[in-house]
Every structure is written in structure tokens, then in C-alpha cells.
């Protein structure tokens, strides 16, 4: 029993170290599950960024296809007018000569 008796304070000794490793520990996994959720968090947060960013890229797309449209349609417009000033000097140039033979049957 004197054996015994002598290595209870070893043993409490022992107790004590691993119940501090055990205290050491628990506080590391703390420390990690908060690590761990701060990261979920931000995976979150970047999976709701790049929905945005899918969205706004499709957004983009859409208008870039309505600008080429306008465009050829800002071309024919542009053609049309061109046609339209074409036929506007000839019909001036008609009334022109018109005026000059009233002028002349006029004399």
C-alpha cells in the first residue's frame, strides 16, 4: 500500500498535465470551428458573388447583342437618310430647272 500511496502524487501530477493538454485542446478546437464557420460564411458570401456575377455577365450579353442590333438598325437609318438626301437634291434640281422654264415661257 506504501507503493501505492507513493504514486498517487505521480499519477495526480500526470492528471493535472493531461487535463491541461485536454483544456489546451478543446480551446484549439474552438478555435478552429470558429475558423471553420467564419469560412463557410465567406464561401457563402463568394457563391452569392458569383450568382451575381452570372447574372450581371448574362446582363451584359443581352445589351451587347441589343447594341449590335441598334446598331444595324442605326446603319439602315443612316442609309435611308443618305437615299432620302439623294432624292431630295434630285427633286430640287428638278424644280429648279422647272422654275428656270416658267422664268423663260414667261418672257
Known amino acids: 500500500m506504501g507503493n501505492i500511496n507513493k504514486k498517487i502524487p505521480e499519477y495526480e501530477s500526470k492528471i493535472a498535465v493531461l487535463s491541461q493538454e485536454i483544456e489546451r485542446l478543446n480551446n484549439v478546437i474552438e478555435k478552429k470551428n470558429s475558423e471553420l464557420s467564419k469560412l463557410s460564411n465567406k464561401l457563402s458570401e463568394i457563391e452569392g458573388m458569383n450568382k451575381t456575377i452570372g447574372t450581371l455577365q448574362e446582363r451584359i450579353t443581352k445589351l451587347v447583342n441589343e447594341n449590335s442590333n441598334m446598331e ?13 438626301a439623294n432624292q431630295n437634291a434630285k427633286i430640287m434640281q428638278e424644280l429648279q430647272q422647272y422654275k428656270k422654264l416658267i422664268d ?3 418672257q
Do not use: V
Open 104 to 106: 423663260q415661257n414667261d
Open 72 to 84: 444595324g438598325d442605326i446603319n439602315q437609318a443612316q442609309e435611308n437618310l443618305r437615299l432620302s
